[in-house]
């Protein structure tokens, strides 16, 4: 059974850091899109970044791009989203998905493709 748990979520200040991890059971990342998204409320789900764990491809929306960093540990099974300079508007609901999905198309389509979804974990960035 695939099942997917994200930690790491909490209360931080603009500027700060936080990683965010996404424990995977029930398959291995090697063959599959990994992806995180987040919702804010009030707003519609946002792709954040997805990772091609296979070739080691990684893509990440313009809003996060060069603060956020994913990656992922095969021997763990976990993926990781090392979030930096955190802004308010970063505040949601933070959610990793897998599937057969393009990677980019999951990011840009927010969802699609990805089969499986965690619980998610909450990010507010407040002062």
């Known amino acids: 059974q695939v099942q997917l748990v994200e930690s790491g979520g909490g209360l931080v200040q603009p500027g700060g850091s936080l990683r965010l991890s996404c424990a995977a059971s029930?398959?291995?990342?090697?063959?599959?899109?990994i992806a995180w998204f987040r919702q804010a409320p009030g707003k519609e789900r946002e792709g954040v970044s997805s990772?091609?764990?296979?070739?080691?491809?990684?893509y990440y929306a313009v809003s996060v791009k060069g603060r956020f960093t994913i990656s992922g540990d095969n021997a763990k099974n976990t993926v990781y989203l090392q979030m930096n300079n955190l802004k308010a508007e970063d505040t949601a609901v933070y959610y990793c998905?897998?599937?057969?999905?393009?990677?980019?198309?999951?990011?840009?389509?927010?969802?699609?493709?990805?089969?499986?979804w965690g619980k998610g974990t909450l990010v507010t960035v407040s002062s």
């Open positions: 990772i091609n764990i296979g070739d080691g491809s990684t």
């Open positions: 998905a897998t599937g057969s999905g393009d990677p980019i198309v999951a990011l840009t389509h927010p969802g699609y493709g990805m089969d499986y």
């Open positions: 029930g398959f291995t990342l090697d063959y599959h899109t």
